[in-house]
């Protein structure tokens, strides 16, 4: 009887050492399924920030304040880019002239009022994609012997400042020359010809088209002359070297181009379909 107490015995041991030596093995591989729940959580993405967005809003269609808003095409293609590129922004009247300045020491994020490219602004800002065509037209009162841009030579010519309009007129008559009227906006310049200050004013031709669209009894006649007045570009303006906003606003003017949005807002303030082949990259 004693011996078989004592092999008992030695069975029982045995027995326990497997079951504590399997119970080891599970809490060792329960250990290592946990381990995953201490890595730190994936953190959410920064959030961007909201965008001033400069523009001179006397310029219509493309911007102008109307019941204390800024209404226009500028202004509705901006919003459209500032949803895709995933940016809140506000937009500012800030003038013609001051806007560059603004764009130069950061105070605006974006510039956006009909702004050409060209290469001398090349040197100084960088810009988007281009997002709209355009070219230069004469405006003059009805009767005026001027048929064409030569035309002008001898002519006394209005112009808003700092515009393409006014650097055809410089080219055409001097830098210096006192025969070019300046003035702070294009509708002022207009409204100068009309009261006999100049006998012609050089603009953009949409914002010729549309003065004469809408003031039927201006007496007034827009003169076309594309061996003159080559194509030129619109586009966003940003401070030099502020290449990771360009190209992110850039990206978004194209895919508002390529997916219809801009042709439907374009048709809305022009009343017509876009040749939207020369603005796709």
Request: aromatic share 10%; proline share 4%; glycine share 6%.
């Amino acid at each position: 009887m004693k011996s078989k107490t004592i092999k008992s015995f030695l069975l029982f041991l045995a027995l326990t050492f497997v079951m504590i030596a399997a119970a080891c093995g599970q809490s060792q591989t329960s250990t290592t399924e946990e381990a995953p729940a201490n890595e730190p959580a994936e953190q959410e993405p920064a959030a961007k920030k909201k965008l001033l967005v400069g523009t001179d809003a006397a310029y219509p269609p493309f911007e102008n304040i109307e019941a204390g808003e800024i209404v226009g095409f500028d202004v509705d293609l901006i919003t459209a880019v500032m949803e895709q590129a995933g940016y809140e922004f506000e937009i500012q009247h800030t003038g013609w002239e001051p806007l560059f300045q603004m764009v130069t020491n950061g105070s605006v994020d974006v510039g956006i009022s009909a702004i050409t490219i060209t290469e001398d602004r090349q040197k100084t800002y960088d810009f988007s994609t281009p997002y709209f065509e355009a070219s230069q037209m004469i405006l003059v009162p009805e009767g005026s012997d001027v048929k064409n841009y030569q035309d002008l030579k001898d002519k006394v010519i209005g112009v808003q400042n700092g515009t393409t309009g006014d650097f055809k007129a410089q080219e055409l008559l001097g830098e210096k020359s006192t025969d070019i009227k300046k003035y702070e906006t294009t509708p002022l310049a207009i409204m100068a010809m009309i009261n006999g200050e100049s006998e012609a004013v050089i603009a953009d031709n949409v914002v010729v088209q549309e003065y004469v669209a809408n003031n039927p009894d201006a007496k007034v006649v827009a003169i076309e002359d594309p061996d003159s007045f080559e194509s030129e570009y619109y586009g966003l303006m940003f401070k030099k070297g502020n290449d990771s906003l360009r190209e992110e606003l850039s990206t978004a003017v194209q895919t508002v181009i390529d997916n219809g949005k801009y042709a439907e807002i374009y048709k809305q303030w022009f009343g017509y379909e876009p040749d939207i082949e020369k603005l796709k990259q």
